[in-house]
């Protein structure tokens, strides 16, 4: 299995600012996903992070709130821009190490004031 | 687009009682997964389903899939209360990692 570590795991920011999320992966993945988990609801993948290149969005996510970096091969960040209340949420990064399963790592707890 | 349905929502159950989660998808996947999530938790990875007519257990658990009907299903034995928490499937759009999930179902056993 996959060490997947993310960094904060909870923060409570102002609206208007923004918050950069880190995932760490303790071996090399080619693809990582974010996906975000709003209150009481299920999951919603928010992008593709390919090293080497840029991110790809879901429908419904745009870089300018949600810009991602892929810097290598282990590591990824997510920053929610200019937040609002309604980007409360937990985020949380996947990836799969071979094998077949996909692993989630432990979350970052948002709340926006 | 794929989209999944998941039912029960909220499932109550006796423990020792046997029940069936189900997992509905609308559009061609080759691959479907379920997760368990405990509050505040991420989430844990259960089965992974690769083929149609996949059968897979763990414990209690048993997790099958028919691709042609578009159905996973996820069997409940004798539940105990450690099962409590939320049971997500999650098929995964065909020939990528990119899963879609379902709305989850939460599980609460009681003694």
């Known amino acids: 299995s996959a060490v997947i570590s993310q960094k904060p795991s909870r923060d409570i920011c102002q609206r208007g600012t923004s918050l950069t999320i880190q995932c760490q992966v303790d071996?090399?993945?080619?693809?990582m996903f974010w996906y975000r988990q709003q209150p009481g609801q299920s999951l919603t993948l928010i992008a593709t992070a390919n090293q080497g290149s840029e991110a790809t969005y879901e429908s419904g996510f745009v870089i300018d709130k949600f810009p991602i970096s892929r810097p290598n091969l282990t590591f990824s960040t997510l920053t929610v821009s200019n937040m609002s209340p309604e980007d409360s949420s937990i985020y949380l990064c996947?990836?799969?190490?071979?094998?077949?399963?996909?692993?989630f790592g432990s979350g970052t707890q948002l709340s926006v004031l | 687009e794929l989209k999944v349905e998941q039912n029960p929502l909220f499932l109550s159950m006796q423990e020792g009682k046997n029940y069936t989660i189900y997992c509905n998808y609308s559009t061609t996947s080759d691959r479907l997964y379920w997760y368990r999530q405990d509050p505040g938790k991420s989430l844990e990875s259960l089965f992974v389903?690769?083929?149609?007519?996949a059968v897979k257990q763990e414990g209690r658990l048993m997790a099958s899939l028919d691709t042609k009907a578009r159905l996973s299903t996820l069997h409940i034995t004798a539940a105990v209360h450690d099962l409590s928490a939320t049971y997500f499937c999650a098929p995964r759009r065909y020939n990528t990692d990119k899963l879609i999930f379902g709305t989850g179902t939460r599980l609460q056993v009681f003694p």
């Open positions: 996947s990836v799969r190490t071979g094998g077949e399963k996909l692993f």
């Open positions: 071996s090399q993945v080619t693809m």
């Open positions: 389903l690769l083929s149609n007519g």
